[in-house]
């Protein structure tokens, strides 16, 4: 059954959704036009994002809560891919940057109609935090750079802008450097007092405020500059088509970051409060959302966790507060421009840096090295790809290292040798001496993860080292099949070369809780065939012993 737009509201919650939209329209506006400026584009860009892109997202999506938006990954994918196809500012950057929006939303489509939001998986949690983390430490450079009042190339490689950076400290804007460092303790001070107030937006309204007053533009402090007043006017990008094909490697990167983060976060939202969601709607909500976003002018949009968070903070559980930030956004666009001209760079640089730094990732990163080694090595590989040599190519490397790493897992699945109680007596897969049997003469070996071409030979040998036991004479071996759910052509040709060593050793071969579901495959590539097959291993071990015994 379709859910209808907007479920979850009530008479009753109205007033609070209300609310909850104007709580986020002070937070999404200023981010938006600092995100903008992050991916090369003018303000109006951003705040085009939170007009037809939000609304057609906010009713199609079946999370409640889940707040669309172009977020700081995103941003910084956008500069660095565009970035070499075009100037940043120039007509033809604006251009490329909407078509990869709808080159996403395609993508979106696509997942959602053939059901293929699992290919996300692929990024773990270690793989995300570090490339998450590459991008934001690159976006803080540039931040940085502004707060001081430093002129420094954003679309440079990132140890040209550390370079840029160090060498341009002398020369910062003392101004700008006084704007920044009142603007940062307020948002740090503020979250942790009072998070519940829209304190990017007291800071920006007040900066705006103190140039203005004090002329402080003349004192070589950058302001925002004009933005253009007026609704989105819907258009499309006009591209040659080797530029539309020169777009689709970034906007595989953008996808799968989005797919990765926002099936996440709408699932955590659901499980928390107790709905629904559809996996395949949200996909297609994000692909509507960044069609849309691309045919008004604006860049790609995915999931904002930051938004979502502050959202459930405030009570909401629809999508009505998006609504509320469209309305209010478009209202700005028509009336209220002019009161953005003054916005002082320096305020700007802090409230997308401060918005940031938990993207930075350096918990998580800590937590990694202590739980597991290899998850830390993974992500801190992510990190330093992306920062040093670019976002794509981290992303290459990330669905690289998951590659390996599942691999690394399935090619070494447990395989034990069963007890008479069931449970583990040692596990053979790391060369466990042989000895232990299941009974006198049998012995029942669990494998515990589908055997194909990477776990074949080591099951092989574990089943040989178990036999080969030197305290009793096996005369039986039962394979638990539970978990081996699918098999491919290199483990079945391991499996006949088994079947052939046990038989030269006089070894019965039997098998144990098959799963009916796997059986006809099984029986296809040869690994069954007129062995005896028992629904349980006690049954397996009881039938067996009964033989050794006469």
């Not at 990954?73 to 929006?101: H, K, N, R």
């Not at 773990?124 to 009042?149: C, N, R, W």
């Not at 320096?346 to 080694?373: N, S, Y």
């Not at 583990?424 to 003469?441: F, K, Q, R, Y």
Request: aromatic share 6%; charged share 15%.
């Amino acid at each position: 059954m379709m859910q209808r737009p907007l479920a979850g509201l009530t008479r009753k919650n109205l007033a609070r959704e209300l609310l909850a939209g104007v709580t986020l329209s002070a937070i999404a506006v200023p981010l938006n036009i600092g995100y903008a400026q992050i991916a090369g584009l003018p303000a109006s860009a951003g705040l085009y994002a939170l007009v037809v892109p939000t609304v057609v997202y906010a009713l199609v999506v079946s999370s409640r809560q889940v707040v669309a938006s172009p977020d700081a990954a995103a941003a910084a994918l956008v500069a660095s891919s565009v970035g070499g196809l075009a100037v940043a500012g120039s007509e033809d950057y604006a251009t490329l940057a909407m078509a990869q929006a709808i080159i996403c939303g395609g993508m979106f489509l696509l997942l959602a109609f053939f059901r293929l939001g699992f290919l996300a998986n692929f990024l773990s949690k270690p793989i995300l935090i570090g490339f998450v983390g590459g991008l934001a430490l690159d976006i803080l450079i540039s931040q940085v750079a502004k707060m001081l009042g430093v002129k420094i190339d954003s679309g440079a490689e990132f140890g040209a802008k550390v370079i840029a950076l160090v060498s341009g400290v002398l020369t910062a804007n003392p101004w700008s450097v006084m704007i920044a460092a009142v603007s940062v303790a307020i948002l740090l001070l503020g979250r942790r007092l009072l998070p519940v107030v829209p304190w990017a937006l007291i800071v920006l309204v007040g900066a705006t405020t103190a140039v203005v007053l004090t002329d402080a533009e003349n004192a070589g402090v950058d302001v925002l500059g004009e933005v253009p007043a007026g609704p989105p006017v819907l258009t499309w990008p006009m591209l040659e088509w080797a530029q539309w094909l020169s777009l689709v490697p970034s906007a595989i990167a953008l996808t799968m970051v989005t797919v990765a983060e926002g099936l996440l976060v709408a699932r955590s939202y659901s499980d928390r409060h107790h709905y629904r969601t559809s996996p395949n709607r949200d996909l297609l909500a994000f692909g509507l959302g960044n069609i849309a976003a691309g045919a008004s002018g604006s860049f790609a949009i995915g999931s904002s966790t930051s938004r979502t968070a502050a959202m459930d903070q405030a009570g909401s559980r629809t999508q009505v507060p998006s609504l509320v930030l469209a309305v209010g956004t478009l209202l700005l666009l028509l009336f209220g421009t002019a009161l953005l001209t003054d916005i002082p760079s320096p305020a700007i640089g802090a409230v997308v840096g401060v918005a940031i730094l938990p993207l930075l990732g350096g918990r998580q990163l800590v937590a990694l090295w202590r739980l597991d080694r290899f998850e830390f090595a993974v992500a801190a590989v992510c990190f330093l790809v992306t920062l040093f040599v670019g976002a794509i190519p981290g992303i290459i490397v990330a669905f690289v290292l998951a590659l390996i790493n599942l691999a690394r897992r399935a090619a070494r699945p447990p395989i034990d040798v069963l007890s008479e109680s069931g449970d583990p007596a040692g596990s053979l897969v790391d060369g466990a001496a042989p000895g232990a049997v299941t009974a006198p003469g049998v012995v029942v070996v669990r494998m515990a993860a589908p055997l194909f071409f990477a776990n074949a030979d080591m099951f092989a040998e574990a089943v040989k080292s178990a036999v080969s036991t030197e305290s009793s004479k096996v005369h039986h071996l039962i394979v638990d099949m539970e978990a081996v759910t699918d098999v491919d052509v290199t483990a079945a040709e391991s499996f006949a070369a088994l079947r052939a060593w046990l038989h030269d050793h006089d070894v019965d071969l039997s098998f144990s809780r098959v799963r009916p579901g796997a059986e006809a495959r099984l029986r296809r590539f040869g690994i069954i065939s007129d062995e005896v097959l028992f629904t349980t291993n006690r049954a397996a071990v009881a039938a067996l012993r009964s033989t050794e015994n006469r």
